[in-house]
Structure formats: structure tokens, C-alpha cells
């Protein structure tokens, strides 16, 4: 089996470019050696040697790729004349976030044993992944972070796919042009894709005495003697301890997802001195006991970091802490609440941490795949200019999305776009990372939506983990 023989032209962002190089290599599950331009003395018979730059370089070679590096990237880096002009030109119905060479078309050039293209794949890999256009100074939302709606894959129309997955695909595709062997992408343990379920607890109980209190008072200023008395009532019952709270879904999610062989991720709060009256504390009984009942049934804990910790180094730090005290070992990743994501702080911050991984990066209302790919990576921090020593693990769908504007009743919709995203990851032989909150499941016809994706999820036969299983699967630990 061949190997590529990976060449770049040395330069002032020479770390940007060997890691958009590198992701590029090792998301498609290619066999590698780097190395600049300026090193090579031969290259192998058997092996492929492709090139980046911005001339194809004087180098004998059997068989070779030259790719156009694009000069819009780095001359304005970290501007926002750095940013894609849009419309995206496209090749093929796929959208070219960035082009090199002297022009747009002709895209693709064969020429015997040699092939270049002007599509600057490592670019847009590296824009995609690095959420690039979320560190040029822009419109943002009432936290401060990047909205959807800017987003180039919003603007473009390819939220709804991974597009680095579709340019891998492509890169993979010109190889087999040239007849060389570079072997399958890694598996999943035999299966074609994974998926990975995971959970928010925001909160455990619905019925807290302020909150009680609160929305019985607005609905008696509104006239709402009825719907104020039903409350008093369950809140009564729950107090009793004749009714559950409607949050406290966890056996019902565990029970389910076990029945399947399914485990999932579930992310816990400990900002309990930030939040509102609402929030739990893991300091309190029963808040504790439920985390390590969790843990016990073989269900991963992570850390769901608060609202204030998602640009706050100290306080992730802390967070991390005190969930790792709790269950009695290093907490291994985190979610933020409310999807919130500040580049590069949150990335870094988590890393200055401790965490091994990330599975913040979804467009809060919205499905799909904001870093434009399917697969767990290594992250980069803008600021410093180096790879962390984190993961990415991109949420694909998330409960409110999903359930957004439907009647809670019907969940033919629901269903219908969980295929079309799992059949989309299982195209590219990716993870599909469902969000759904124990929250969302405090009535019969919701726990019967979650149910039935749930389900239809088992049945697609893809391999199954929590997060860290994820990861351990995909880097063969």
C-alpha cells in the first residue's frame, strides 16, 4: 500500500499550514510523512507525492498532486479581507470556499502521471475546523458569540452536510485517478459509521419552591385561576412524593437506551453558585447521589460548563474540579450551556483545564454541521498558533431543533430529518452526535418522540459509544 509523500512551502504561517495539512490527512485516515518542500531529495517509487504551494514545484515524481495554495488566506490573515468573497464559485455542485492559482476555472488538470488542482482543500479545512470566520470581528449574538445566520455554510447553503467530508472525498477521488492504493478510511469496529447520544442536565426538578411560587403569581395576575390551582397541585403531589418531577427522566433514558445496548454522555452542572435559584447543586444529596447512580449504570459524566465559564479560564478550571471531587476521577470532557462558544478562549480554556474533549459546536436552533465534518479532531488554537491537545466532537442534531414549531404529539418530522443527518454521516462513515435534554422529556408524547429516534437510531446498526468511547474507537485505543 502506498503512502503520500506530504510537501508544503515553508513560510510565515508554516503551523496554520502543516495542520490544515495534517487534519486533512488523518480525517481522511491516510498513511503520511510531512515535510517542506525544501527537504526533498526523492520520493519513493511507491508512494504519491503531493504538493502544496503556489507553483507546482521542479520535482521528479512517478505519481503527483499538486494542489494551489490560495493567497486570500494568509496575506490578510486574521482579517477580514482573509474571508471567502461570496458567491462561492463551485466545481461539480460542491462550493470552493478557496481557490489558488492564477484563476478560478479550469479546477482540475490532468496531465499524465500528474494532476493539479486550484481548489485549496488544506484552506478550507482549515477554515471550516478551526471556526476561522467565528475569530474575525463581526455580528454577534446577545452572549457575544457567532450567530447562524452569519455563518459561510448558512450563506451558502451547505449547513445541512460536512463539506471538508465531501472535499476529502474528492481529494481521495483524484488519487484513485492516478491508480494509487492508499488502503480504506478506519472503521468503526466493523460498523460504517457511530453515533453517540448525549444529554444536558440544566436542571433535575421542574417544581422548586421560588418557581412554584413565581408562575403561580403570573398566571393569578393574569387571570389564570385554573392553571395556577393545577400547579399548586402537581407541585403538591411532587412534594409528597406521590408523583415524579416531570425532569427527573433519567431511568426512563437510561432504561431505554440500555434495552438497546446503547450507554450515552451525560453533561452536569456545577455552577451552582452562578445560576438561578433553579439550578442543583452537586453539593446538595440528591444532586450527588443521581451522578453517581449514573456512573454507576455505565453512563459517562462530563461537564456541562455555565454561562459564565465559556470565556472565564479560571472558572472552567474550577467547574472541571468539582465535578472531578465528586466522581472520583478526572472529569474527561465538557459541553457549554446554551452551545455557547467564544473563539479561541473557550478551546483554550478547556485544554488550560485538563479536558480531553469538546462537544460544544452546533448553531444553537439549528442542525447540521457547523465545523463542516463528521469526524472527531484536534483542535487549534488562532491566538497562540498551535494544535491543542483537544478533541472536537461536533454535535449533529439537538432536541430543540429537532422539535422546533412541531407538534410534540408528531414526530414524523423529527424522524425524517434524523435519517436524512444519519444517512449523511453514514455516506461518510462518520459519528452522528445527538443532544437531547432530560428536560424535554417531562411528558408522555415527548418521551415517545425520544423513543422512537432513539429506536430508529439503534437500528441503523452503527457503532455505539459515549463520547470518550468515541474517541477511543476512533484513535484505536
Given at each position: 500500500?502506498?503512502?503520500i509523500?506530504l510537501?508544503?512551502?515553508?513560510?510565515p504561517?508554516?503551523?496554520?499550514?502543516?495542520?490544515?495539512l495534517?487534519a486533512m490527512?488523518e480525517l481522511?485516515?491516510?498513511?503520511?510523512?510531512?515535510?517542506?518542500?525544501?527537504d526533498?531529495s526523492?520520493?519513493?517509487?511507491?508512494d504519491l507525492l503531493v504538493?502544496y504551494?503556489s507553483?507546482v514545484?521542479a520535482?521528479?515524481a512517478?505519481?503527483?498532486?499538486h494542489?494551489y495554495?490560495?493567497p486570500?488566506?494568509y496575506?490578510?490573515y486574521?482579517?477580514?479581507?482573509s474571508l471567502?468573497?461570496t458567491p462561492?464559485?463551485?466545481?461539480?455542485?460542491?462550493p470552493v470556499?478557496y481557490?489558488g492559482?492564477?484563476?478560478v476555472?479550469?479546477?482540475?488538470?490532468?496531465d499524465?502521471?500528474?494532476?493539479?488542482t486550484?481548489?485549496?482543500?488544506p484552506?478550507?479545512?482549515?477554515?471550516?475546523?478551526t471556526r476561522y470566520?467565528?475569530y474575525?470581528p463581526?455580528?454577534?449574538?446577545e452572549?457575544?458569540?457567532?450567530p447562524?445566520s452569519?455563518s459561510?455554510?448558512?450563506?451558502?447553503?451547505f449547513l445541512?452536510?460536512?463539506?471538508?467530508?465531501?472535499?476529502l472525498?474528492l481529494?481521495?477521488?483524484?488519487?484513485g485517478?492516478?491508480d494509487v492504493?492508499?488502503?480504506?478510511?478506519?472503521?468503526?469496529?466493523g460498523?460504517?459509521?457511530a453515533v453517540?447520544?448525549?444529554h444536558?442536565?440544566d436542571r433535575i426538578?421542574?417544581?422548586?419552591p421560588?418557581?412554584?411560587?413565581r408562575?403561580?403569581?403570573?398566571d393569578?395576575?393574569?387571570?389564570?385561576?385554573a392553571a395556577?390551582?393545577r400547579?399548586a397541585?402537581d407541585?403538591l403531589?411532587v412534594a409528597?412524593?406521590t408523583r415524579?418531577d416531570?425532569y427527573?427522566?433519567?431511568?426512563?433514558?437510561m432504561n431505554?437506551e440500555?434495552?438497546?445496548?446503547?450507554r450515552?454522555?451525560f453533561?452536569i452542572r456545577?455552577?451552582?453558585?452562578?445560576?438561578?435559584?433553579?439550578?442543583?447543586s452537586?453539593?446538595?444529596?440528591?444532586?450527588s447521589?443521581?451522578?453517581?447512580?449514573?456512573?454507576s449504570r455505565g453512563h459517562?459524566?462530563?461537564?456541562h460548563?455555565?454561562?459564565y465559564?465559556?470565556?472565564?479560564?479560571?472558572r472552567?478550571?474550577e467547574?472541571?474540579r468539582r465535578?472531578?471531587?465528586?466522581i472520583?476521577r478526572?472529569a474527561?470532557?465538557?459541553?457549554?450551556q446554551?452551545l455557547?462558544?467564544?473563539n479561541?478562549?473557550?478551546?483554550?480554556a478547556?485544554?488550560?483545564a485538563?479536558?480531553?474533549?469538546?462537544s460544544?459546536?452546533s448553531f444553537?436552533g439549528?442542525?447540521?454541521?457547523?465545523c463542516?465534518?463528521c469526524?472527531?479532531?484536534?483542535?487549534f488554537?488562532?491566538?497562540r498558533g498551535?494544535?491543542?491537545?483537544?478533541w472536537e466532537?461536533?454535535v449533529?442534531?439537538t432536541d430543540?431543533a429537532l422539535?422546533?414549531?412541531?407538534n410534540e404529539?408528531?414526530d414524523?418530522?423529527?424522524?425524517?430529518?434524523?435519517?436524512a443527518?444519519?444517512?449523511t454521516?453514514s455516506?461518510?462513515g462518520g459519528?452522528f452526535?445527538?443532544?437531547?435534554h432530560n428536560?424535554s422529556?417531562?411528558?408522555?408524547?415527548?418521551?415517545r418522540?425520544y423513543a422512537d429516534?432513539?429506536e430508529?437510531?439503534?437500528?441503523r446498526d452503527?457503532y455505539?459509544?459515549?463520547?470518550s468511547?468515541?474517541?477511543?474507537c476512533?484513535t484505536g485505543?
Amino acid at each position: 500500500m502506498s503512502r503520500i509523500a506530504l510537501a508544503y512551502e515553508k513560510g510565515p504561517h508554516s503551523a496554520e499550514v502543516c495542520y490544515a495539512l495534517k487534519a486533512m490527512m488523518e480525517l481522511s485516515g491516510l498513511d503520511y510523512h510531512l515535510f517542506p518542500l525544501s527537504d526533498i531529495s526523492a520520493i519513493p517509487p511507491e508512494d504519491l507525492l503531493v504538493s502544496y504551494g503556489s507553483s507546482v514545484p521542479a520535482i521528479q515524481a512517478k505519481k503527483h498532486i499538486h494542489i494551489y495554495r490560495s493567497p486570500l488566506l494568509y496575506e490578510a490573515y486574521k482579517e477580514a479581507g482573509s474571508l471567502p468573497a461570496t458567491p462561492l464559485p463551485e466545481y461539480d455542485g460542491l462550493p470552493v470556499i478557496y481557490t489558488g492559482g492564477e484563476s478560478v476555472e479550469p479546477f482540475f488538470v490532468r496531465d499524465r502521471s500528474m494532476l493539479s488542482t486550484n481548489i485549496d482543500i488544506p484552506a478550507a479545512t482549515f477554515f471550516m475546523i478551526t471556526r476561522y470566520e467565528e475569530y474575525i470581528p463581526g455580528e454577534r449574538d446577545e452572549y457575544g458569540c457567532f450567530p447562524v445566520s452569519s455563518s459561510l455554510a448558512f450563506r451558502e447553503g451547505f449547513l445541512s452536510y460536512p463539506i471538508v467530508n465531501r472535499y476529502l472525498d474528492l481529494f481521495r477521488s483524484w488519487v484513485g485517478e492516478l491508480d494509487v492504493n492508499l488502503g480504506d478510511r478506519p472503521g468503526w469496529r466493523g460498523r460504517k459509521f457511530a453515533v453517540c447520544l448525549t444529554h444536558n442536565v440544566d436542571r433535575i426538578r421542574k417544581y422548586t419552591p421560588r418557581r412554584v411560587i413565581r408562575e403561580m403569581a403570573g398566571d393569578m395576575l393574569r387571570g389564570r385561576f385554573a392553571a395556577s390551582a393545577r400547579l399548586a397541585l402537581d407541585a403538591l403531589a411532587v412534594a409528597r412524593g406521590t408523583r415524579r418531577d416531570p425532569y427527573w427522566t433519567f431511568d426512563f433514558i437510561m432504561n431505554l437506551e440500555e434495552r438497546l445496548g446503547m450507554r450515552s454522555s451525560f453533561f452536569i452542572r456545577t455552577d451552582y453558585d452562578t445560576g438561578p435559584e433553579e439550578v442543583y447543586s452537586i453539593l446538595d444529596a440528591g444532586p450527588s447521589q443521581l451522578v453517581k447512580y449514573i456512573a454507576s449504570r455505565g453512563h459517562e459524566i462530563g461537564l456541562h460548563g455555565g454561562v459564565y465559564g465559556h470565556d472565564d479560564p479560571r472558572r472552567m478550571a474550577e467547574e472541571r474540579r468539582r465535578l472531578s471531587r465528586l466522581i472520583g476521577r478526572a472529569a474527561p470532557g465538557a459541553r457549554q450551556q446554551r452551545l455557547l462558544w467564544k473563539n479561541p478562549v473557550t478551546w483554550s480554556a478547556m485544554a488550560d483545564a485538563g479536558l480531553l474533549y469538546d462537544s460544544t459546536l452546533s448553531f444553537r436552533g439549528s442542525n447540521g454541521f457547523r465545523c463542516g465534518v463528521c469526524f472527531p479532531y484536534r483542535v487549534f488554537d488562532l491566538r497562540r498558533g498551535r494544535e491543542l491537545p483537544l478533541w472536537e466532537i461536533p454535535v449533529t442534531a439537538t432536541d430543540a431543533a429537532l422539535t422546533a414549531g412541531r407538534n410534540e404529539g408528531r414526530d414524523g418530522e423529527a424522524l425524517s430529518e434524523v435519517e436524512a443527518l444519519l444517512s449523511t454521516v453514514s455516506d461518510h462513515g462518520g459519528v452522528f452526535v445527538l443532544l437531547w435534554h432530560n428536560t424535554s422529556l417531562d411528558t408522555d408524547s415527548r418521551r415517545r418522540v425520544y423513543a422512537d429516534v432513539v429506536e430508529h437510531i439503534a437500528g441503523r446498526d452503527a457503532y455505539s459509544g459515549t463520547c470518550s468511547g468515541i474517541l477511543r474507537c476512533w484513535t484505536g485505543g
